[in-house]
């Protein structure tokens, strides 16, 4: 799993390290640098790890290192270091000052600091276990469409599309196969004991709306699948149905198919869901993480963060620290990352001054009919 990122001028951040956990959950204010610590990571895979990262790739498009330096640094270095399964590896410049050639290039290449062979022995091996057992759902994805596209030119199998959109080709696929979880991995719902995966991604699809059934299909000849939804028997095209449900399907399915040992990244799981939807789908990235899968999620909802925590005061075997809060802010010269620990009850080691506060200040002013 990715134990540490150390990134030196990489945009908003100077040098900040974050000590990753089973499951990372960024928050804070819109523009502070949420989404540059997961582009820092997202950046490694689409890359393959190679010893050469492009900055322009399928998920991510960051531009040439004049866009991604820190334009407050004194220096021109740029380093983004990685700690994957106890191997570190190190990419960016250290030497100063580069020349114009390099400040116009998107390339990244290996650090100095790095044993070339040894390194790409160890990407090699980092490689090959992202690639067939990891999901990244950006925040634009796809909402209800008539057909999404078929393609065999996937990531993987269980590839969903940075925007969801082969999601109705994983769910045919699923709906045949009799891929099952764990015994007693912590994702079997709690309504039923089937260990199979589609009838848990079912089960989980209901607590965001009661009775759902997805019936997915692909017509393999056309390149195009499609998705609709049962409700008492009845069945609807997806454009006639809540928009929460096409948006929220890539999100639980990622979550549930994964496999221990993998990697989830998700931009707002939250979105279009109400709260009791936000809270399950809170509890579902918790048992996920416990499940053995590493999760990396961006929020900015109150109810998905509770949702976690209430997942981690009821179970049996989550201990202290397994989740952390990452409450990012803007600051003078970089952006200020504060760590907020889950314990085993469900509580925060430390409520940040702006850290989900919203509510308690509405109500205050309601109260008091005194804005602040």
Partial sequence: ????????????????????????????????????????????????????????????????????????????????????????????????????????????????????????????KVREKYKNNFNFLCAERWGPRDNYPYSNQRRSRSWLGIHGEYTAQVLTNLLESSKSLGEGDLRIHDKITSRLVIDNFTEWMGEISPDTFVKSDSITHANISTNQFVFDGHTYRATNVGFGLSYALPVVLSLVMARPGGLVIIENP??????????????????????????????????????????????????TGASRVFFVSSGEEQSNVESIEIGDKGELSNWPKGFFDQQAEDIRTLMKGVDR
Avoid at 50 to 56: I, M, N, P, Q, V
Avoid at 71 to 97: C, F, K
């Fill in 1 to 124: 799993m990715f134990e540490r990122i150390n990134l030196t001028n990489f945009k908003c951040y100077k040098n900040t390290q974050f000590k990753m956990k089973d499951l990372v959950v960024f928050c804070g204010n819109n523009s502070v640098g949420k989404s540059t610590a997961i582009q820092s990571i997202l950046l490694l895979i689409q890359n393959g790890f190679s010893s050469s990262l492009r900055l322009d790739g399928d998920f991510i498009k960051l531009g040439s290192y004049k866009e991604v330096h820190n334009m407050d640094a004194n220096t021109d270095s740029l380093l983004l270091e990685a700690v994957i399964d106890g191997h570190r590896l190190s990419w960016g410049y250290e030497q100063d000052p580069l020349s114009e050639y390099e400040k116009d290039s998107n390339l990244l290449p290996f650090s100095e600091s790095m044993d070339l062979d040894w390194a790409d022995s160890v990407a090699n």
């Fill in 270 to 319: 939250e979105a279009h869901l109400h709260p009791k939807g936000q809270s399950y789908m809170g509890r579902l990235i918790q048992k996920t993480a416990e499940a053995g899968v590493q999760v990396i999620i961006e929020t900015h909802s109150d109810h998905l963060l509770n949702g976690i925590r209430v997942a981690a005061r009821l179970s049996e075997t989550y201990e």
